[in-house]
């Protein structure tokens, strides 16, 4: 099962582009990355998922290079309510098991 | 309004006392999961049922059980065989049995055990 490795914390301020890199070297052909979004005292919220390349939706893009052992979350012009704490993971594919990380705290700052 | 509802949102008991936390969704998933979650740290999985009357142990099984006796409900009970049991717990569910599947998760209930 693969382990992921993130940073334990970031800062940011109101409007700039936060990039959270995610170290997953033993990750195998069949392992999806995976982002969740966890505010205090609330599940975890899927934010993006992908296998290779680029991955955008109406929150977030997730860049995957060629050789798929890390893998970076990039929030846009990020917000005070983007104050969070971000789980990088992977999932095999026909595999049940999966492990969220410490994470990382993201702080936002006017 | 469709979602996993978890209760209660707080809970408080005894040592030594078992403690079931519910866990409901109508969402239609065929998938339910359990994890734990202590201050600072990331979720572990306790349990995870992939279809009606059937459950697998997770990392953390022992001195927890569940049922799964419809699609719809996935209650946790927590033992006194559970060496540390106050945590936060989380309910969570996907519309396909692997991981790669989306998980939807509940608001949590805190349990204390004093």
């Known amino acids: 099962l693969a382990k992921t490795t993130q940073p334990i914390s970031m800062d940011s301020y109101e409007g700039q582009e936060v990039n959270i890199t995610c170290s997953h070297n033993?990750?195998?052909?069949?392992?999806?990355i995976t982002w969740y979004q966890q505010f205090p005292s609330q599940g975890p919220r899927f934010i993006i998922q992908?296998?290779?390349t680029k991955v955008t939706n109406e929150v977030a893009s997730l860049f995957i290079p060629a050789d798929r052992k890390s893998s970076t979350l990039s929030l846009p012009r990020v917000s005070l309510s983007d104050t969070a704490v971000y789980y990088c993971?992977?999932?095999?594919?026909?595999?049940?098991?999966?492990?969220f990380g410490a994470g990382t705290r993201l702080f936002v700052k006017a | 309004d469709g979602g996993i509802t978890q209760s209660p949102k707080y809970l408080f008991r005894k040592e030594g006392q078992n403690v079931t936390l519910s866990c409901e969704q109508n969402?239609?998933?065929?998938?339910m999961y359990w994890y734990r979650q202590d201050p600072g740290q990331g979720l572990r999985l306790i349990y995870y049922?992939?279809?009606?009357?059937?459950?697998q142990k997770g990392d953390i099984a022992e001195g927890y059980s569940v049922s799964r006796e419809k699609k719809e409900s996935f209650p946790l009970t927590v033992t006194s065989a559970q060496k540390n049991p106050t945590a936060f717990y989380l309910c969570?569910?996907?519309?396909?049995?692997?991981?790669?599947?989306?998980?939807?998760f509940g608001p949590g209930t805190r349990l204390t055990v004093t």
């Open positions: 033993n990750i195998a052909t069949n392992d999806y």
């Open positions: 992908g296998y290779k």
């Open positions: 049922s992939q279809i009606v009357n059937d459950f």
């Open positions: 993971l992977v999932a095999l594919t026909g595999g049940f098991k999966t492990i």
């Open positions: 969402l239609n998933h065929d998938a």
């Open positions: 969570a569910s996907s519309i396909g049995r692997e991981l790669t599947y989306e998980q939807y």
